[in-house]
């Protein structure tokens, strides 16, 4: 299994909500990633994990809020979004920058809409 | 500073027309660089890594350290390579990944 899992792949959500994106990956991969894209434009690091463990916060807004339940998945859990942060948001894992392997194998993505 | 600039936002060329998409680096350590390919409607995915030195899809890229620069070539572009491509450095210690700011290549009958 070499891919990385997003769900959902929609979501249309108002500002007083509470929902959580999830990504999953059973490649062994010990480092995982969130990031953000808007339209026309490069995806944007948000957070890294890396072995289970918060290593990068890109000084993200506290109503993104990440969780690493364990080597395999990785949930964004959003709250009180405001409309700007519509956008597509991208789970990306790679393998362990000791062994030098850091290519890094990205989802589908989760195209978030907040009203 | 860690930073990549593709300088080009649109390249627009001709079938069979050769393309050099440019991709300059700035790092203080050594790089590790790659192309990203985002076609319509599909996800981000590996094109090239430099280490591997290797032609994917008749692509190629070589890292010049002289001039901090890992450009994409190809003799003869087709309409499929059509997409959105990415150069993307790697900063050790942090497994970070910091990305250009993309090159849209449409390619034309």
């Known amino acids: 299994d070499t891919e990385v899992t997003q769900t959902p792949k929609h979501l249309v959500m108002g500002m007083t909500n509470k929902k959580s994106l999830k990504c999953e990956q059973h490649?062994?991969?010990?480092?995982m990633y969130w990031y953000k894209q808007k339209a026309k434009k490069p995806p944007e690091l948000m957070f890294v994990y890396s072995y289970e463990k918060l290593s990068i916060n890109e000084s993200v807004p506290s109503r993104f809020s990440p969780e690493c339940p364990n080597s395999s998945l990785l949930n964004l859990h959003l709250h009180a979004l405001q409309p700007e942060d519509s956008a597509l948001y991208l789970c990306?894992?790679?393998?362990?920058?000791?062994?030098?392997?850091?290519?890094?194998?990205f989802g589908q993505g989760t195209r978030l809409t907040v009203v | 500073a860690q930073r990549v600039t593709q300088p080009e936002k649109l390249l627009s060329v001709f079938k069979g027309a050769p393309v050099e998409l440019k991709c300059n680096y700035s790092y203080s350590g050594s790089p590790e660089l790659f192309w990203y390919v985002q076609y319509s409607r599909q996800r981000l995915q590996l094109l090239l890594r430099h280490i591997s030195r290797e032609s994917i899809k008749g692509f190629t890229a070589d890292l010049n350290k002289g001039e901090t620069s890992f450009h994409l070539k190809k003799p003869f572009a087709q309409e499929e390579d059509s997409a959105m491509y990415y150069c993307a450095l790697f900063s050790g210690g942090y497994n970070k990944l910091i990305f250009g700011a993309g090159t849209r290549l449409a390619v034309h009958p």
């Open positions: 990306a894992s790679s393998q362990d920058e000791v062994r030098g392997e850091t290519e890094a194998f």
């Open positions: 490649m062994g991969h010990r480092a």
